[in-house]
């Protein structure tokens, strides 16, 4: 069975970092594109920032251009979040998305609380 | 970027109602649209691929149909457990963006 398990989250401080994490298993991860998406309180769902399966090319959400970077390592079937200068806007829950044969999302893991406070 | 739109955003309805939910897309997308439900605390759960296939495992009470810009979820009988949020999203581009959400009480 497909699982993806994120980890990572926490409470951090306006203008701290944080490095969010993706375990994943049951299928050959190196070969799906792979997505954070996030949902904010009260809000609806948001993508993040999505990265290709090899040789790969990264993609991201203009609110986190610059301040957010998405990376995998295949040999761990891990796919991360770098989040730089985080601000109280990005709270929210982190959901790891493994993209399926049609460019959607098949499988999505429980998500990873994140929250931005002094 | 491709913008989304969703209604109506809140629906009640009664058990056994037939509900139906509509997505719309600021260009034509074809049928590149999928369909999620978000319980409270649970992870989104694709429902509907490419417009109007069926995943794997989810009730034929849900039947999505539309194309170009139009999309519509039906929910033929509602049942208590379908209670959830409801997001389309787009997939024709990147960035896949999602619509606003339709959550549905009964």
């Known amino acids: 069975d497909v699982q993806l398990l994120e980890s990572g989250g926490g409470l951090v401080k306006p203008g701290g970092s944080l490095r969010l994490s993706c375990a994943a298993s049951?299928?050959?991860?190196?070969?799906?594109?792979m997505s954070w998406v996030r949902r904010a309180p009260g809000r609806g769902l948001e993508w993040v920032s999505s990265?290709?399966?090899?040789?790969?090319?990264?993609y991201y959400a203009d609110s986190v251009q610059g301040r957010f970077t998405i990376s995998r390592d295949n040999s761990q079937n891990t796919l991360y979040l770098h989040m730089t200068n985080l601000r109280a806007d990005d709270s929210a829950i982190y959901y790891c998305?493994?993209?399926?044969?049609?460019?959607?999302?098949?499988?999505w893991g429980r998500g990873t609380l994140v929250t931005v406070s002094s | 970027d491709i913008q989304m739109t969703q209604s109506p955003s809140t629906l009640s309805a009664s058990l056994g109602d037939r509900v139906t939910i509509t997505c719309r897309a600021s260009?034509?997308?074809?049928?590149?649209l999928a369909w999620y439900q978000q319980k409270p605390g649970k992870a989104p759960k694709k429902l509907i691929y490419?417009?109007?296939g069926l995943e794997l495992g989810v009730p034929p009470r849900f039947r999505g149909s539309g194309s170009g810009t139009e999309f519509t979820l039906t929910i033929d009988g509602l049942q208590p457990d379908d209670v959830a949020t409801y997001f389309c999203?787009?997939?024709?581009?990147?960035?896949?963006?999602f619509g606003p959400g339709t959550t549905v009480e009964i």
């Open positions: 998305a493994k993209e399926g044969n049609y460019g959607d999302y098949d499988y």
């Open positions: 049951g299928f050959t991860f190196k070969t799906y594109a």
């Open positions: 990265i290709s399966g090899s040789s790969p090319r990264t």
């Open positions: 260009q034509s997308i074809s049928n590149w």
């Open positions: 490419k417009a109007s």
């Open positions: 999203q787009q997939f024709y581009s990147y960035p896949g963006n």
